[in-house]
């Protein structure tokens, strides 16, 4: 077995510490073995695909005993961090990856006769997951039977469909609320409205274009949907920690949570599709009140040095000055700007608080390398809308002023110290004195308070691109774990 572990490829990193840790001797023996293919075997319930796991039961003993320890050990790693092939589709993630020493973990639950614990508690153990688990079981059940009919219906009042079309309708949405099978139990219309507000739809009651895509949906996507979205809790800590800001991206909407608890739920507008906001864990440092605005290069080129073509008084006109322009010229008065090439901006440009500065009136500081933040708006009349991914990356929190007194102070006592920083109109920073991580997540499907499965539109298209990955063959992603394991051993 020495000679054997010591000729294996630098992907196999993990292997070699778990046969170093065990004096290099066989371990898979009876149960252990038969404790192990079960579970691999049940890593489609997790989201996962089974045959990436399925060890290679040919060859010799030793062999055979390596193959089985790499299935175990890539199947800990994968279903407790996540896979790495998946988290790299989109170069916007930020979460930190908690330690994991599957080797170890591994060698202790063998040494403890412990395996079939391990194997069943390193799945994700929140409410959240074990719901998506649940779901991913029911619509899988859905799928086996066939699925749910395509519907063709008319955008337009229930009232005015056909007995067929209404019978069409009520057998859909019966598979997602089964109460609704009795073509006897009223309510076909509230029924709709329910399914709508699942799906993040104005809840009219009435059909349109945009209830007709949802209704229409296969079984089958919903079951690829929810596996993604299993996949990105895997990316999150096992535990939150009790003080936290939960933002999650598609629902546009934030969740305070203190002590272990929910204090406070607020509607967000979040990052239009061309300036996606990321998946990130940052920290919370201070508010900002009456903050200025540091126009991002990227707003300055493509959006501000147009209209300064146009009109070389509009810094002026928007309270917004060159940090670095001429001097005596804070407004750029005097530079020809339509000498300046498109695609190209020289200055730093900031604007001063007030009723038209975008931060608002509070701006709360999270120093990451994507440069977003949450902050207050003067264009309120968007939290509003049902859809509400509209801005530059940055969160617009409705109500910003409870939850900057709740990060003050774990309460409102510091509401009245904020209003009355914010009507002397000057720029005050007040720093926090505990720690405070905000995660900015991505969940289209996902449970609300009362466990009810709600699914979001896929705003940036993050689902497609991990399904394309997860529908690619077992062998193309194990060669991406290969490429990352090797660099990572060449790292260490």
């Known amino acids: 077995m020495t000679e054997l572990v010591a000729q294996l490829p630098d992907s196999d990193a993990m292997v070699r510490d778990f046969y170093r840790l065990r004096g290099y001797q066989s371990v898979w023996h009876s149960p252990d073995t038969g404790i192990l293919q079960a579970a691999l075997a049940r890593g489609a319930a997790e989201g996962l695909n089974p045959e990436s796991y399925a060890p290679v039961l040919q060859g010799s003993p030793e062999l055979r005993d390596v193959n089985l320890t790499r299935a175990a050990l890539n199947f800990l790693h ?3 961090l996540g896979r790495e092939a998946l988290r790299l589709v989109d170069s916007d993630v930020g979460l930190p990856q908690a330690p994991f020493d599957a080797a170890r973990a591994l060698n202790d639950a063998l040494n403890a006769n412990a395996l079939a614990s391990l194997l069943a508690d390193s799945a994700p153990q929140s409410p959240d997951y074990i719901r998506l688990r649940e779901a991913l079981k029911l619509y899988r059940a859905i799928d086996d039977r066939g699925g749910w009919p395509n519907l063709a219906l008319p955008s337009e009042d229930l009232a005015s469909l056909t007995d067929r079309q209404a019978h069409s309708l009520r057998d859909r949405l019966a598979y997602e609320e089964p109460a609704l099978a009795d073509a006897s139990a009223p309510g076909l219309a509230s029924g709709l409205q329910r399914f709508q507000k699942r799906h993040g ?8 274009s945009a209830t ?7 079984a089958g996507y919903r079951i690829k949907q929810l596996a993604a979205n299993m996949e990105r809790l895997r990316w999150l800590p096992r535990d939150l920690e009790p003080d936290h800001i939960l ?7 934030l969740s305070l949570v203190l002590g272990g608890k929910e204090v406070l739920v607020s509607r967000v507008i979040v990052g239009k ?3 996606p906001t990321p998946i990130l864990r940052a920290e919370g440092a201070g508010l900002t009140v009456n903050p200025p605005w540091n126009v991002p290069e990227s707003i300055a080129r493509d959006e501000i040095l147009p209209k300064l073509k146009a009109d070389r008084s509009y810094l002026k006109k928007q309270d917004m000055v060159l940090l670095n322009g001429p001097p005596g010229d804070p ?3 005097t530079v020809t700007w339509r000498k300046i090439p498109k695609g190209t901006f020289p200055y730093l440009i900031q604007q001063h608080p ?17 440069d977003v933040y949450l902050h207050d708006t003067p264009a309120r009349k968007y939290f509003a809308r049902a859809k509400r991914d509209i801005s530059h990356g940055c969160v617009r929190v409705e109500r910003i002023l409870p939850l900057a007194s709740y990060a003050l102070s774990k309460g409102p006592d510091d509401m009245a110290v904020l209003v009355d920083a914010i009507s002397r109109g ?9 720690q405070l991580p905000v995660y900015f997540t991505y969940q289209t499907a996902f449970p609300d308070a009362a466990g009810v499965l709600q699914f979001r539109p896929d705003i940036y298209g993050r689902d497609r691109r991990m399904i394309a990955m997860q529908n690619a063959k077992a062998s193309r992603i194990d060669a991406f774990r290969v490429a990352c394991a090797t660099a990572s051993a060449r790292r260490g």
């Open 78 to 80: 994968d279903i407790r």
């Open 201 to 208: 739809l104005e809840p009219s009651g009435h059909i349109d």
């Open 212 to 218: 007709i895509a949802e209704l229409n949906v296969t």
């Open 247 to 253: 933002v999650n991206v598609p629902d546009a909407q």
């Open 273 to 275: 599709p061309a300036t």
């Open 331 to 333: 407004h750029g008065l």
């Open 354 to 370: 007030g009723g038209g500065n975008p931060l608002g009136t509070v701006k709360l500081e999270l120093p990451n390398k994507f």
């Open 426 to 434: 000057e720029t005050r920073y007040f720093p926090l004195k505990r």
